[in-house]
């Protein structure tokens, strides 16, 4: 039975109508497409995850969440970018970054009702107490964790519309902040990660 | 089984918390070689998580072993971190 399998097959082979000419141009494609095959797999094989955080806010709580997401994708080897508008500007303002603030109010969190935390000189306030607990707790300062992240390669981008809509100059923000970019190369960036996070 | 005998260096984070022990270990191993075991102390009890699923999730290292002693009167999370050959 196999015997006569074996046979047809051999039978049919020759009798297959392609000249020499269409099957060096067949022979041809497949090289090209192995090649584009072997190239996609790279791409997609090389084990090396991205991740685009964009980071909106710029109060001493909410700067900490990028940072440290940052830092240790980073550690993971990771390649991250985080994009920087609006008030997570002050992030990267040199001299901004050093003095980043609590919000009292609209915080569920705080200990004292919004009609108190309203009061002027509250936020002051709450910031003093929250320093005191980072300090407390050898939470990483926001100037540590920024150089980390400037060390350890990430890329950090400060949103060339929003420095101008808050009336800041490109030599406010640290030396190795990427300025001149905007929403199309966030969301070029953002299509090609692995993680998207908005903070 | 214990690895001190196997130990290029130790990376002292006592006293840090997350990310640091974490960064600060990456930092580390990136100066050793093939082969390379490091051991890292900390006092952050989340390191012992954050250690492994670093590990876990980086190419080229190996989490070896994993240990919570007492040193000095305080609890130390020991981490030993080999960089593959």
Redesign the interface.
């Known amino acids: 039975m196999s015997t006569e399998t074996d046979e047809t097959a051999e039978a049919d082979g020759p009798e297959l109508d392609i000249d020499a000419a269409e099957l060096e141009e067949l022979r041809a494609r497949v090289d090209e497409l192995e090649d584009e095959l072997a190239a996609v797999e790279t791409e997609v094989d090389d084990g090396q995850k991205s991740m685009v955080i964009i980071a909106t806010k710029g109060t001493l709580d909410m700067a900490y969440p990028p940072l440290i997401l940052a830092s240790t994708a980073a550690a993971f080897g990771w390649d991250v970018t985080v994009f920087h508008t609006f008030w997570g500007l002050d992030i990267l303002h040199e001299e901004h970054s050093q003095d980043l603030q609590m919000s009292s109010v609209g915080n569920p969190n705080m200990p004292v009702p919004n009609a108190i935390a309203s009061l002027p000189g509250m936020d002051r306030v709450t910031t003093k107490m929250m320093r005191k607990r980072i300090d407390d707790n050898d939470t990483a300062s926001i100037d540590e964790l920024l150089d980390t992240c400037f060390d350890m390669g990430v890329e950090m981008q400060a949103c060339q519309m929003t420095i101008e809509l808050m009336d800041y100059d490109e030599d406010d923000f640290y030396d190795d902040v990427t300025v001149g970019v905007g929403a199309a190369t966030a969301l070029e960036e953002m299509a090609d990660a692995d993680i998207q996070l908005l903070v | 089984m214990s690895y001190e005998a196997d130990v290029t260096d130790t990376l002292d984070v006592k006293?840090?918390?997350?990310?640091?022990p974490?960064?600060k270990?990456?930092?580390a191993v990136d100066d050793l070689g093939d082969g390379d075991v490091l051991e890292v102390v900390a006092t952050d009890s989340g390191s012992m998580s954050d250690l492994d699923g670093?590990a876990d999730?980086?190419?080229g290292v190996t989490l070896l072993d994993q240990e919570e002693r007492e040193e000095g009167g305080e609890n130390v999370f020991v981490h030993y971190v080999q960089v593959e050959e």
Do not use: A, E, I
């Open positions: 006293g840090l918390s997350c990310p640091m974490v960064v270990t990456k930092q670093w999730g980086t190419s």
